[in-house]
């Protein structure tokens, strides 16, 4: 009773919850933003986390500790737009049977202190769940694409998938601003669509 109770304790302080249909514990919240020094470049912050914090997050929270196992995975970095506030990698891992897309959200954010800096996270999708948000954002987009084109920066469409937020419109063409976890990016349109398509290249091939 007592180990269940420090248990719950230690998930509940830690802020991690479960991914629905699997065992994988992901973090969010505070506890899973990582600050970055002020004067930072983005381009290189960006690929930093696509080539490198991306495979940490994966061991970490998705794979697993390996013990006296040799586990092996790939990923592929898939799009960044032109301010680096949504890079899309994407993942599979045979051996533990998952794969998917990690969205890496980089822009300001508070830490426990409420300093606002520069941060990054991960908020990961499995593959079918991931494929399928982002056909339901395409089709959003091209059933609204009148509402939307009528009055630019006025009309405006939200959806939602589970606790990620969007808001589409158009400023000068298609915009996604998207709210996870304390962040507020902007995922452009050239991003969107490359990170659809080479997402299904991806494990097609």
Same mark, same amino acid.
């Given at each position: 009773?007592?180990?269940?109770?420090?248990?719950?304790?230690?998930?509940?302080?830690?802020?991690?919850?479960?991914?629905?249909?699997?065992?994988?514990?992901?973090?969010?919240?505070?506890?899973?933003?990582?600050?970055?020094?002020?004067?930072?470049?983005?381009?290189?912050?960006?690929?930093?986390?696509?080539?490198?914090?991306?495979?940490?997050?994966?061991?970490?929270?998705?794979?697993?500790?390996?013990?006296?196992?040799?586990?092996?995975?790939?990923?592929?970095?898939?799009?960044?737009?032109? *301010?680096?506030?949504? %890079?899309? +990698?994407?993942? @599979?891992?045979? $051996? /533990?049977?998952?794969?998917?897309?990690?969205?890496?959200?980089?822009?300001?954010?508070?830490?426990?202190?409420?300093?606002?800096?520069?941060?990054?996270?991960?908020?990961?999708?499995?593959?079918?769940?991931?494929?399928?948000?982002?056909?339901?954002?395409?089709?959003?987009?091209?059933?609204?694409?009148?509402?939307?084109?009528?009055?630019?920066?006025?009309?405006?469409?939200?959806?939602?998938?589970?606790?990620?937020?969007?808001?589409?419109?158009?400023? *000068?063409?298609?915009? %996604?601003? +998207?709210?996870? @976890?304390?962040? $507020? /990016?902007?995922?452009?349109?050239?991003?969107?669509?490359?990170?659809?398509?080479?997402?299904?290249?991806?494990?097609?091939?």
């Amino acid at each position: 009773m007592k180990k269940t109770l420090f248990l719950l304790i230690l998930i509940s302080s830690l802020n991690i919850y479960p991914q629905k249909a699997t065992d994988i514990l992901i973090p969010t919240g505070l506890a899973a933003l990582s600050f970055v020094a002020v004067d930072a470049n983005k381009k290189e912050i960006a690929k930093e986390i696509s080539q490198f914090r991306s495979k940490e997050f994966i061991m970490n929270y998705i794979i697993g500790p390996a013990n006296d196992r040799e586990i092996r995975f790939e990923t592929e970095s898939l799009a960044s737009d032109n *301010s680096a506030g949504l %890079i899309s +990698v994407a993942f @599979n891992c045979s $051996e /533990v049977n998952e794969k998917g897309l990690l969205l890496a959200f980089f822009g300001n954010n508070r830490d426990s202190s409420g300093y606002m800096g520069q941060a990054y996270a991960f908020r990961y999708l499995p593959l079918v769940e991931a494929q399928s948000l982002l056909e339901r954002i395409d089709q959003v987009k091209e059933g609204n694409k009148d509402y939307m084109a009528d009055e630019n920066d006025v009309n405006n469409v939200y959806i939602e998938h589970e606790d990620i937020k969007f808001i589409l419109y158009r400023e *000068s063409g298609d915009k %996604i601003r +998207v709210f996870w @976890n304390g962040f $507020e /990016v902007i995922w452009e349109r050239t991003a969107f669509d490359r990170t659809k398509r080479r997402l299904n290249k991806w494990f097609e091939d």
